[in-house]
T-cell receptor
Framework: ETGVTQSPTHLIKTRGQQVTLRCSSQ?????VSWYQQALGQGPQFIFQ???????GRGNFPPRFSGLQFPNYSSELNVNALELDDSALYLC??????????????FGPGTRLTVL | GESVGLHLPTLSVQEGDNSIINCAYS??????FIWYKQESGKGPQFIID?????DKRQGQRVTVLLNKTVKHLSLQIAATQPGDSAVYFC????????????FGTGTQLKVEL
């Protein structure tokens, strides 16, 4: 086990709604990264937070946003949900976001289905 | 959307045989590479990593080889076991600071008894 937890496990929403996914990082890890994994594909980087500030963003629109809190928890928010947002959402925690060799440890993911 | 990746490459091996999973990476500036194992319904699990200043690294039953000349990475699993059945992803860190990972499409490893 990685010590990274996510909630909820599964979620069903309808198009146009908003969703908040939660992650709890390993204690002491200052960095959290979020990834989207479509069925049958590898995870795609959404963004990363380091010490509560965004520290890099992938090719995702602004309706994907995040927060990181001092207690090693974080959130991924998605507004105006689209059908293509259906995926497994993964968070990964790591020690120091500014170091390229920093190993990322993944949580079990939240399966989001948009109808 | 693209359909690339819906049909993962599959490697079938007999229990006890050695497995070799290959990966081509794209960024010559990448300085850190990781192999992850993902079982159905779970998040990716760290297996082994290697830095760009190395060409080989060994762990318990696993070895990663890095060939920077042809931008190729491989994962070797010795004495493959049924519990090794999963999807295996290589991931690269593109360097330049930060640790955004870029994942390959994955390989499905099936271990036959």
């Amino acid at each position: 086990e990685t010590g990274v937890t996510q909630s909820p496990t599964h979620l069903i929403k309808t198009r146009g709604q908003q969703v908040t996914l939660r992650c709890s990082s390993q204690s002491g890890h200052n960095t959290v990264s979020w990834y989207q994994q479509a069925l049958g594909q590898g995870p795609q980087f959404i963004f990363q937070y380091y010490r509560e500030e965004e520290n890099g963003r992938g090719n995702f629109p602004p309706r994907f946003s995040g927060l990181q809190f001092p207690n090693y928890s974080s959130e991924l928010n998605v507004n105006a949900l689209e059908l293509d947002d259906s995926a497994l959402y993964l968070c990964a925690s790591s020690l120091e976001g500014g170091v390229s060799t920093d190993t990322q440890y993944f949580g079990p993911g939240t399966r989001l289905t948009v109808l | 959307g693209e359909s690339v990746g819906l049909h993962l490459p599959t490697l079938s091996v007999q229990e006890g045989d050695n497995s070799i999973i290959n990966c081509a990476y794209s960024n010559s500036a990448s300085d850190y590479f990781i192999w992850y194992k993902q079982e159905s319904g779970k998040g990716p699990q760290f297996i082994i990593d290697i830095r760009s200043n190395m060409d080989k690294r060994q762990g318990q039953r696993v070895t990663v080889l890095l060939n920077k000349t042809v931008k190729h990475l491989s994962l070797q699993i010795a004495a493959t076991q049924p519990g090794d059945s999963a999807v295996y992803f290589c991931a690269e860190n593109g360097g330049g600071g930060g640790n955004k990972l870029t994942f390959g499409t994955g390989t499905q490893l099936k271990v036959e008894l």
